[in-house]
């Protein structure tokens, strides 16, 4: 799943070009949450899921993008301290 995008991906379906290209934005769906991206993907290469919805899966993107949003503050904070 892209949880900047909220784009849902069945990496089976994909080719191993797409994959390649596509790896560092995806994050891996925990197990929890796999039978509702199944269901949300519904036999399609991908879905996009809504940011407003209020879902399973919509939540876990938004708790993704606040923990790199947070880990990014922190590089930063360090980065700023070697820099000086």
């Known amino acids: 799943m892209n949880t900047n995008t909220n784009e849902l991906f069945d990496v089976n379906q994909m080719t191993e070009k797409e994959i ?3 790896m560092h934005k995806l994050t891996e769906v925990p197990e929890e949450l796999q039978h509702a991206a199944n269901v949300k993907l519904n036999g399609e290469k991908s879905a996009i ?3 407003t919805s209020g879902g399973k899966l ?3 993107a938004a708790k993704e ?3 790199k949003k947070k880990l990014n503050r922190k590089n930063q904070k360090k980065n ?3 820099n000086r």
């Open 80 to 82: 700023r301290k070697i």
């Open 49 to 51: 899921v809504s940011k």
């Open 20 to 22: 390649n290209s596509q």
């Open 65 to 67: 993008r606040l923990r």
């Open 58 to 60: 919509s939540k876990f």
